[in-house]
């Protein structure tokens, strides 16, 4: 018994002298800090995050005083949301035009189809909303307050940059909640938010 308490009495007073050791006698000198974590840069599609969704903002291709000014903005293929009393089909499209000041304008746009065709459809415009909000990346994600939560992804072959975009609440007409909207950039000769051209 006396052997084994000497042992434990050797090893408690070894572990306490390696503790003073650890000890910084001379608070005057700081001790090293450990560097920093690097920062986590979210990758899409090969680019950084910030980099992606940034590709989409809202411009002109010339400067106003050109006879042919284009616009770049984010516009959606249709997707069919309901149907009408009248038993036609309601389809939406929507066009966002993002800003470099986190800023987002949207027009929605809800259709009902009249007769379908060869080349598409016959529609009449029944339902508008114009959204404003903001917009801001999150890890991989592209979130557009009150309009909803992008990927990105490539689209078609060779792929161009777009988005899956899935749609937070019905803007108009219910059916269109949950739905993923497929979003890429087009160029047209108008803006389509009132107001939001800014060569008038």
């Not at 070894?14 to 090293?32: F, I």
């Not at 929507?94 to 027009?107: E, I, Q, R, T």
């Not at 598409?120 to 339902?127: P, Q």
Request: charged share 20%; net charge negative; hydrophobic share 40%.
């Amino acid at each position: 018994m006396k052997i084994q308490f000497m042992i434990s009495m050797i090893v408690a007073v070894s572990m306490g002298l390696a503790a003073c050791g650890k000890h910084n006698d001379n608070p005057s000198v700081p001790e090293a800090a450990s560097p920093p974590p690097a920062p986590v840069i979210y990758q899409v599609n090969g680019m950084a995050a910030s980099d992606y969704y940034g590709q989409f903002l809202f411009k002109p291709t010339e400067t106003c005083d050109k006879p042919d000014v284009f616009y770049r903005f984010l516009a959606s293929e249709d997707a069919k949301i309901a149907v009408n009393y009248h038993g036609q089909d309601v389809v939406a499209e929507l066009s966002v035009l993002m800003y470099p000041d986190h800023s987002f304008k949207a027009s929605y746009l809800e259709k009902d189809v009249i007769e379908y065709t060869d080349y598409g459809y016959s529609w009449k415009t029944s339902r508008k909303k114009i959204i404003r909000g903001q917009w801001q990346v999150v890890e991989t994600r592209l979130e557009l307050s009150g309009l909803g939560t992008a990927i990105g992804v490539q689209l078609g072959n060779p792929g161009q940059p777009g988005l899956f975009l899935k749609v937070n609440s019905d803007l108009v007409t219910p059916g269109l909640a949950g739905q993923t909207m497929t979003v890429r950039y087009v160029y047209a000769d108008h803006v389509p938010v009132p107001g939001a051209d800014p060569c008038e």
